[in-house]
């Protein structure tokens, strides 16, 4: 009993050290840019993709009327970078593109 409760702690040491090289073997990055299709509460659509704000990201604007996430809606356009992580996309900057008049 002895014997096989060493190993299952030499096995878990092992699988804890491990655990850091899977995640970052699956990150990958994307820059994309679009209209935004739906918003959420902490998530916006483009292109029939969903994409979630990471607690972190950054927002710039020059519209005083855009400052923060919240102030988002359906039909503005974006330019953002971020991660994806275990197949879910997690923005971490985004930069509100003020339309042209036209």
Known sequence: MRHLKSQL????VIISLALPWATADAL????????????????????NE???????ATLRSSD????????FKKGDQIYFK??????VNYV??????????S
């Open 50 to 56: 969903e994409y979630r704000i990471s607690p972190g």
């Open 9 to 12: 702690i030499r096995l878990l």
């Open 82 to 87: 971020g991660k994806i992580l275990n197949g």
């Open 28 to 47: 990958e990055t994307f820059e994309r840019a679009g209209v935004i299709t739906g918003v959420g509460y902490d998530k916006f659509t483009l292109d």
């Open 92 to 101: 971490d900057s985004i930069v509100y593109l003020v339309p042209l008049p």
């Open 64 to 71: 005083p009327n855009r400052k923060k996430f919240a102030d």
